[in-house]
């Protein structure tokens, strides 16, 4: 079964569709999603750095992690809403775009891995988690949330 | 010589003309431009969040300052130099560009604020080094950070647009 239909589906809603005839609404959304990417990006890198042993090293991982969760939850929703406004305005053209399948699957995996892995290692005990080990979740974090932005970035360029 | 005339002059410079006309180059130096917004903002706004008591409350502001700035530091200039090089490829009709020129005078109270707040407050840290929250200059210019550089983001966004460009 394709998904075809339920992109056109996404694309014939109002809501995408006011956004399509104004002259403004799309980068206006657009500023809002960049804004949220500010802060996303910045509790993202908080937390990635520090387990890195870069950054805020003087502090615990846990605690960190503990400061930023708040500002990633709250990014992430404003992210997951201001982006999907973007997405019914040109829900067509993103399955069209292989940048926007390359976002796509690595959102999926990033939210997945951050509330899994990531969570556990960053609220573990700091003796029970080498160091080796708290790199490899970092990078992987920064790889998969890099492809998100660059993903995003590039569903722009047609 | 005007503004005007240097960036005509600017523009026809082979250089800026290789870079207006290439299908690949512009658009990877304005990704990096806005990808690098990630690290340069992503971690000013994390400080700013601090200054106004909003975040890492238990973290002495002088670590926080000491500790991330460095890497504010690189973004920003990875920013300046992405920046002049999108600038340098359409010097004119940025020059004209409404929204640039907001985004400079915006850019300029960033830096003043900034200056205030490391000349002044931030000269008796230690007597505020713990709070969870700062004093009230401090969560001024935390504040005010936090919305000049929102609106360099927002003008930013908005040069890409051609609203009030005069016509070719």
């Known amino acids: 079964m394709s998904v ?8 014939s809603l109002a809501v995408g569709e006011s956004i399509r005839n104004s002259l403004w609404l799309f980068p206006a959304i657009e500023s809002l999603h960049l804004l949220g990417l500010a802060v996303i990006s910045g509790s ?3 937390v990635d750095m520090r387990l890195f042993g870069l950054g805020m090293r003087n502090q615990s991982v846990r605690q960190i992690a503990r400061d930023a969760e708040p500002w990633f939850v709250t990014g992430l929703i404003w992210m997951l809403l201001s982006g999907s406004l973007l997405f019914t305005s040109e829900a067509i053209k993103c399955y069209r775009h292989w940048a926007f399948w390359l976002k796509m699957a690595c959102l ?12 556990r290692v960053t609220m573990a005990d700091a003796a029970t988690i080498t160091p080796f080990k708290s790199r490899l979740v970092a990078i992987a974090s920064l790889v998969l949330w890099s492809g998100v932005g660059f993903g995003g970035r590039w569903i722009g360029f047609s | 010589m005007s503004l005007l005339g240097f960036c005509e002059w600017l523009g026809n410079t082979p250089w800026s003309v290789a870079l207006h006309e290439s299908l690949s180059v512009y658009p990877v130096v304005e990704s990096i431009h806005v990808l690098t917004l990630c690290l340069f903002l ?3 706004v994390m400080f700013d969040l ?3 008591g909003a975040i890492m409350r238990s973290s002495p502001v002088s670590q926080v300052v000491s500790r991330l700035l460095p890497w504010m530091r690189a973004g ?4 300046v130099v992405t920046g002049f090089i999108l600038f340098y490829g359409v ?4 020059y004209e560009n409404v929204f640039f020129r907001v985004k400079m005078v915006l850019l300029i109270l960033a830096g003043l604020n900034a200056w205030v707040f ?11 080094d713990l709070d969870p929250t700062p004093p009230l200059r401090a969560r001024i210019a935390g504040g005010a950070s936090l919305l000049f550089w929102a609106c360099v983001v927002i003008a930013g966004r908005m040069i890409a647009y051609n609203w009030f460009d005069k016509p070719v």
């Open chain 1, 4 to 11: 075809l239909p339920f992109f056109g589906w996404v694309q």
């Open chain 1, 44 to 46: 993202i890198l908080l």
């Open chain 1, 108 to 119: 999926f995996l990033a939210i997945i891995f951050t509330f899994t892995i990531r969570r």
């Open chain 2, 42 to 44: 992503g971690l000013a």
């Open chain 2, 50 to 52: 601090r200054l106004i």
């Open chain 2, 76 to 79: 920003f200039a990875v920013m």
């Open chain 2, 91 to 94: 010097p004119v009709r940025t």
């Open chain 2, 118 to 128: 490391h000349a002044g407050v931030y000269r008796k840290v230690a007597a505020w």
